[in-house]
């Protein structure tokens, strides 16, 4: 059957999303978890939003790439991502590291982690593959940069973030010329090419490449017999196109999805602690940057059953309050008070206790009167009766783990070692 002309190129694309990453800054968030299944959001993991934008665009055959502590990552894609079907022409594979290539190597760079897996996603014989990066929070229609692909004949075309220089010497850097083609790609440079007409701005990689799935694996298997390469996308692919074939910018503004109340073109790196908490505590203002209201470009997740949020007790300085903040299901404050801060799923906040600027995850307790401030509080945390935790920074780098910025991370070991 030929397919019409009008036809959307993300049916003809595959999504493979990079979710092996340490996420090393985020402490002890990710001691048992890779960073892209860190929750976020109140009811999401960090890679849902790359595996939602890909199915609202369209893209309807999916791969994952785990490696990294990766059990909570793989259960959470097996129940929140596996209604795609094989009869409907769909897919969702998750490809742990698993020395496809050599009994001793596992994934050495992003590049490896995608050539690794070739055969697999050849056997779907897609036109088009977008490569992505699983730890980011944003929105964007990846048919949009598809498009651009096809317009342009690139070879590779790179989604890019306008940013700052100062913030630039933390990403890959794109010099373009005045039609958006790369000519030159450094890896966190210390004086970064600015935007031309624009010496104060920058183009950085957002890590989302597309090629056409020919060109690629030709690219990876040339890329897998160099010994001197280090096999990944940013310091060596990308770098070799630029030089030997067409590379193509394509600004992150163009395919930003946007509802109604969202401003601004929203992207984070929730890749530390005190980032992570300003993100998820934004999301507790009256009109937030990123808008996890929008219907029209929903995140899609696995959805726990749960009861709804329960408050209770109605007298002075005992009542089930929360204000400017989100509460999840299966949560009860029980004569508690809560504001500005968000509880994942089947939190109890107990009576008298008091919990501001906070971000707990699920199936914590939190006994009475309890005082929390600028605190996560991880998975399954039993905070103690009358435990106060945010207002003396000096006590409380001595018993958890204290960010640059005065967020802290509470962990049930370092509950533990305080009896």
């Not at 699983?134 to 317009?151: R, S, T």
């Amino acid at each position: 059957m030929k397919i019409a002309a009008h036809a959307p190129l993300a049916r003809q694309a595959l999504a493979y999303v990079l979710a092996g990453g340490r996420g090393s800054r985020l402490m002890e968030l990710t001691d048992r978890r890779a960073k892209p299944a860190v929750y976020f959001g109140g009811k999401s993991r960090i890679i849902d939003f790359a595996l939602s934008n890909a199915l609202n665009s369209g893209v309807r055959r999916i791969c994952v790439a785990t490696q990294y502590k990766a059990h909570s990552l793989i259960r959470h894609l097996q129940r929140g991502w596996t209604f795609l079907r094989p009869e409907r022409n769909e897919s969702f594979d998750v490809l742990p590291a698993s020395q496809r290539v050599s009994e001793d190597k596992w994934y050495v760079g992003t590049a490896d982690a995608v050539f690794q897996n070739a055969d697999i996603v050849e056997d779907y014989a897609p036109q088009y593959i977008i490569i992505l990066a699983g730890d980011h929070v944003y929105k964007m229609d990846y048919e949009l940069m598809l498009q651009q692909h096809v317009d342009q004949h690139a070879d590779v075309t790179v989604g890019c973030l306008e940013v700052s220089r100062e913030e630039a010497t933390g990403f890959g850097v794109m010099g373009i010329d005045e039609t958006d083609r790369i000519v030159t790609f450094v890896e966190k440079p210390k004086n970064p090419p600015p935007i031309p007409g624009k010496p104060d701005r920058c183009l950085a990689s957002m890590g989302i490449y597309v090629f056409e799935t020919k060109f690629l694996f030709d690219l990876l298997r040339a890329d897998a017999e160099d010994i001197n390469s280090s096999h990944d996308f940013g310091k060596d692919l990308i770098p070799y196109v630029v030089t030997n074939g067409k590379a193509v910018a394509h600004r992150f503004s163009d395919s930003c999805v946007r509802s109604e109340n969202e401003t601004r073109a929203y992207w984070r790196d929730v890749g530390t602690l005190d980032a992570y908490w300003a993100a998820n505590i934004d999301l507790t203002e009256i009109t937030p940057e990123l808008d996890l209201f929008d219907r029209n470009w929903p995140i899609w997740t696995y959805n726990e059953l749960t009861p709804p949020a329960k408050f209770v007790h109605d007298v002075e300085g005992r009542r089930g309050q929360a204000i400017s903040s989100l509460v999840s299901g299966g949560c009860i404050l029980s004569g508690a008070s809560l504001r500005r801060s968000l509880l994942f799923n089947n939190v109890r906040v107990n009576s008298f206790a008091q919990v501001h600027f906070s971000v707990v995850l699920p199936d914590v307790d939190i006994g009475r009167s309890a005082r929390l401030k600028n605190v996560i509080v991880d998975r399954g945390v039993r905070i103690p009766e009358g435990m106060v935790i945010g207002e003396d920074p000096e006590l409380d780098a001595t018993r958890f783990r204290r960010s640059e910025q005065g967020i802290c991370l509470v962990t049930q070991p370092m509950i533990d070692r305080l009896s």
